[in-house]
């Protein structure tokens, strides 16, 4: 077993006021912290892997086929792999949750060296 500490691991920003940190991997998953600040956004992508996640402090407005979703803290939400999406902190405070990818995601763009 392998314990990865959030406290250990410095953060990438993977756009102006979204941060991201990749935490534990392994052959099926991984787990990645996230910390959005209010204002910022997340612009439309997509990536093959599903995508499931948990908001545990503010929140995060999701846009996806024309839709938008309000996810704050205790709610959880599903992405299917390739599906375009979107995410925006319209509220005051900073948005942080975790989301799991499966596959895993290796060496995103954002992640610092």
């Known amino acids: 077993m392998e314990r990865i500490s959030l406290d250990d691991l410095e953060p990438s920003e993977a756009a102006d006021g979204v941060h991201l940190t990749l935490m534990a991997g392994a052959d099926s998953m991984n787990v990645q912290h996230f910390e959005i600040e209010p204002g910022a956004a997340v612009e439309e992508h997509s990536h093959p892997n599903e995508q499931t ?8 407005v999701f846009r996806s086929d024309g839709e938008e ?15 375009p999406h ?16 499966s596959p895993p995601r290796e060496n995103p763009s954002w992640q610092s060296d």
């Not at 979107?86 to 990818?101: H, K, L, P, Q, Y």
């Open 53 to 60: 996640g948990f908001i545990y402090e503010g929140e995060l």
């Open 86 to 101: 979107a995410a925006e902190n319209r509220g005051d405070e900073t948005v942080r949750g975790v989301d799991i990818f």
């Open 69 to 83: 979703v309000v996810c704050g803290p205790g709610d959880s939400y599903a992405i299917p792999g390739d599906q």
